[in-house]
């Protein structure tokens, strides 16, 4: 009987696995239907040039070479985009290219950067629409023309703060939505950037920057609130900075920053203390919290990389 019983179990749960098995590949196959076999073909060969191009920008050696690999790649990426439904097609293979999708997959984000020299980076994005015809936004790297100060600066597509985005969080719903864009921006030789941005769409139209980000002092009387439009922390490149958002926690969670002397002639730098800062969401935005553990940790919890999975490094030295 006791045989019988495990057995019934046994082939129940086997069930269950085909019967998700078979889910899961209709609804893959359902979402792949929207590319003919032909134009999954055609993708599949163009992904193939993208993928040279997307490894020479980011590894050549020569800058002429990193340059030329830029411009070749931006019209070979449009126009295989034009191909219909093309935002079905998840381009995998571009090892070095970050693609960030929001949790109705209602659009997508590239973003990539270029190593022009020791000091200076330069960022490429675009914002794909999930439509059969392409609608596509490009994004043009202003961040070394932005004279105001970057952290209260509301941004057009045309005059982006560049970045490699490595996470993106949905906020909210329908019309009230928006997105957190968790960037790195190789900035200079001796110091980086870890970025949080704030993507809204008004009027199909996206924009950056949004003051969610509230801090609130209430040592006086009338409790005051003063509002950030985005998240910039500058770190020395000899460190590493954890700044992503935490499902757990349900929090934004970061390291918190000290200064101290550089060792190579670069003057003051930030580095981690090993205590950790966040945000948490409370009725749309995001309040400061000045301290999230009461014991030190030696890294700050955080979901799992982004492109892990994906083969080799990220842009931030992350192994997939």
């Known amino acids: 009987m006791i045989f019988q019983v495990a057995l019934q179990m046994k082939n129940g749960l086997l069930s269950l696995c085909l019967l998700g098995a078979l889910l899961i590949n209709g609804n893959i196959q359902a979402q792949s239907s929207l590319l003919t076999a032909e134009n999954q073909t055609n993708l599949a060969a163009v992904e193939d040039t993208l993928g040279l191009l997307a490894y020479a920008m980011v590894n050549d050696s020569i800058e002429e070479n990193r340059f030329g690999a830029v411009r070749a790649f931006i019209p070979t990426l449009v126009e295989a985009l034009k191909t219909p439904n093309s935002f079905q097609y998840r381009f995998d293979q571009l090892q070095t290219i970050s693609i960030q999708y929001p949790a109705d997959s209602t659009f997508r984000i ?155 002639g670069e003057g003051p730098v930030n580095i981690p203390d090993g205590t950790y800062e966040a945000y948490r969401l409370k009725d749309g935005r995001w309040e400061y919290v000045e301290k999230v553990f009461h014991t030190w940790l030696d890294e700050a919890p955080r979901p799992e990389p982004v492109l892990k999975g994906r083969r080799g490094k990220d842009l931030m030295g992350n192994g997939g």
């Open 110 to 264: 590239f973003t990539w950067q270029l190593y022009v020299d020791k000091d200076t980076y330069r960022y490429y994005g675009a914002i794909q629409k999930n439509t059969t015809e392409l609608d596509l936004v490009p994004l043009r790297d202003r961040s070394y023309e932005i004279m105001e100060d970057l952290e209260q600066a509301v941004l057009e597509p045309d005059q982006w703060y560049g970045s490699v985005y490595y996470n993106l969080h949905t906020v909210g719903t329908g019309s009230d939505a928006y997105y957190l864009l968790f960037g790195y921006d190789g900035h200079e030789f001796f110091r980086k950037r870890k970025v949080v941005d704030v993507l809204r769409f008004i009027d199909d139209k996206p924009t950056f920057g949004a003051p969610v980000f509230a801090r609130i002092d209430s040592s006086t009387v009338t409790p005051s609130v003063t509002t950030k439009n985005r998240l910039v922390l500058e770190y020395s490149a000899t460190a590493s900075l954890r700044c992503n958002y935490d499902p757990a926690l349900e929090m934004l969670i970061y390291d918190h920053l000290m200064t101290v002397g550089g060792n190579y």
